[in-house]
Nanobody, 126 residues
Framework: QAQLVESGGGLVQAGGSLRLSCAAS????????MGWFRQAPGKEREFVAA????????DYADSVKGRFTISRDNAKDTVYLQMNSLKPEDTAVYYC???????????????????WGQGTQVTVSS
């Protein structure tokens, strides 16, 4: 059974950094576009970042551009989200997900993704 497992979340002070990882199991996602979404309490899920299967294309939400970096290691079937200069408003559960294609028109739409992880909590204190 295909699974995506996130790790690396935790509690950090504002201005700090965290690196999230998403490891695949049960099948390879090396040919899938991968994305990160987040959901804060009482808010809708929102797009954070995405990367094409080759790593050659990426997209970021305006709120994280310049602070977060998405990357992947297909040999390890793992995707990363490096988060720097964290702010309290970054507090959320972060989800990793996989999509068969990287299309600019749909890469930010959560309903277009085929697989989802269980999420990892990120809490940024002020």
């Amino acid at each position: 059974q295909a699974q995506l497992v996130e790790s690396g979340g935790g509690l950090v002070q504002a201005g700090g950094s965290l690196r999230l990882s998403c490891a695949a199991s049960g099948r390879t996602f090396s040919r899938y576009a991968m994305g990160w979404f987040r959901q804060a309490p009482g808010k809708e899920r929102e797009f954070v970042a995405a990367i094409s299967w080759s790593g050659g294309l990426s997209d970021y939400a305006d709120s994280v551009k310049g602070r977060f970096t998405i990357s992947r290691d297909n040999a390890k079937d793992t995707v990363y989200l490096q988060m720097n200069s964290l702010k309290p408003e970054d507090t959320a559960v972060y989800y990793c997900n996989a999509k068969r294609t990287f299309t600019i028109a749909t890469i930010r739409r959560g309903d277009q993704y085929d697989y989802w992880g269980q999420g990892t909590q990120v809490t940024v204190s002020s």
